[in-house]
């Protein structure tokens, strides 16, 4: 059973870097059938997609974020990870990390539970 | 790139049946048969529940399931539980990798 893990500060300074990292349990964060995902909830908003990494590197942005968001991945580790600098207030929400099915198909079939991060 | 557009709420006893709807538009919901439903605790990871329009994960039961017509997709929950209250957010993949997601709407069973 795979399972995904969010970590990072709670809280983050106005225009400073908020750094996040999902750990994958249980499962490789190299196997091809999957791509990797970070997404938010803003406080009475809906889910907003960010950005998608592959394991050898490929990567996608939501255009909304894409000049201030880095993903990247550490195969090592097992582990992937979501850069956003010079945030601001609009940045607090909780952000998921989720495992996304693309061989066949686009959705994301595992998701961590969520890290809220507040920019104040 | 708006979001898709759900009712904030429904509501229905248990035994009976509800529709979600999702409503999207010729760039996501209607181009593409990539819509997910996913089913949100608070404090909770999602749950997948729906995935390609019409499939269900395995341990899913049978009560749920998914539907199209042009730019709206559809969730029906039959034989509503009790522990199905929760909240019901839908998803469409948009082109490029990018995935746009509905509001969310609360299900309360009454």
């Known amino acids: 059973q795979v399972d995904l893990q969010e970590s990072g500060p709670g809280l983050v300074k106005p225009s400073e870097t908020l750094s996040l990292t999902c750990s994958v349990a249980?499962?490789?964060?190299?196997?091809?059938?999957?791509?990797w995902d970070w997404i938010r909830q803003a406080p009475g908003k809906g889910m907003e997609w960010i950005a998608t990494?592959?394991?050898?590197?490929?990567?996608y942005y939501s255009p909304s974020l894409k000049s201030r968001a880095t993903i990247s991945v550490d195969a090592s580790k097992n582990q992937f990870s979501l850069r956003v600098k010079s945030v601001t207030a609009a940045d607090t929400a909780v952000y998921y990390c989720?495992?996304?099915?693309?061989?066949?198909?686009?959705?994301?079939?595992?998701w961590g539970q969520g890290i809220p991060v507040t920019v104040s | 790139q708006s979001a898709l557009t759900q009712p904030p709420s429904v509501s229905g006893s248990p035994g009976q049946s509800v529709t979600l709807s999702c409503t999207g538009s010729t760039r996501d919901v209607g181009f593409y048969n990539y819509v997910s439903w996913y089913q949100h605790f608070p404090g909770k990871a999602p749950k997948l529940i729906i995935f390609?329009?019409?499939e269900r994960p395995s341990g899913v039961p049978h009560r749920f399931s998914g539907s199209k017509s042009g730019n709206t997709a559809s969730l029906t929950i039959s034989g509503l539980q009790p522990e199905d209250e929760s909240v019901y957010f839908c998803?469409?993949?948009?082109?490029?990798?990018?995935?746009?997601f509905g509001g969310g709407t609360k299900l309360t069973v009454l």
């Open positions: 990494v592959f394991h050898k590197g490929d990567t």
């Open positions: 249980g499962g490789s964060i190299s196997d091809s059938r999957y791509y």
């Open positions: 390609d329009v019409t």
């Open positions: 998803c469409s993949y948009a082109g490029n990798y990018a995935f746009i």
């Open positions: 989720a495992r996304r099915a693309s061989v066949a198909g686009q959705y994301c079939d595992i």
